[in-house]
């Protein structure tokens, strides 16, 4: 499987951007696919996920703001009223069982 993600960039606070991955390859093998993002100094955490039968989960520190969902092959990440702590890479992630797949990240900033 292989994933590409695009959609970054900066952006003001309060700001939105739409992030996608698209999935390639044995895609029928993903169980689910979800982002998560690194922020300079910081460990990678969880942002949201979207499982086959499109059951969500997301942070809580997200909630309300982001929405993730999901096409045939393509995993987005719609981010409205985004603040400066949402600074952060973001990657594309799959999974499959007993394999873990990720895409390149994508920085978003925000900052005015």
């Known amino acids: 499987v292989q994933l590409q993600a695009s959609g970054g960039g900066l952006v003001q606070p309060g700001g939105s951007l739409r992030l996608s991955c698209a999935a390639s390859g044995s895609i029928f093998s993903l169980l689910g696919m979800g982002w998560y993002r690194q922020a300079p100094g910081k460990q990678r955490e969880l942002v949201a996920t979207?499982?086959?039968?499109?059951i969500t989960n997301y942070a809580d520190s997200v909630k309300g703001r982001f929405t993730i969902f999901r096409d045939t092959n393509t995993v987005y990440l719609q981010m409205n009223s985004l603040k400066p702590e949402d600074t952060a890479v973001y990657y594309c992630?799959?999974?499959?069982?007993?394999?873990?797949?990720w895409g390149q990240g994508t920085q978003v900033t925000v900052s005015s």
């Open positions: 992630n799959g999974q499959s069982v007993g394999a873990d797949y």
């Open positions: 979207i499982t086959r039968g499109r």
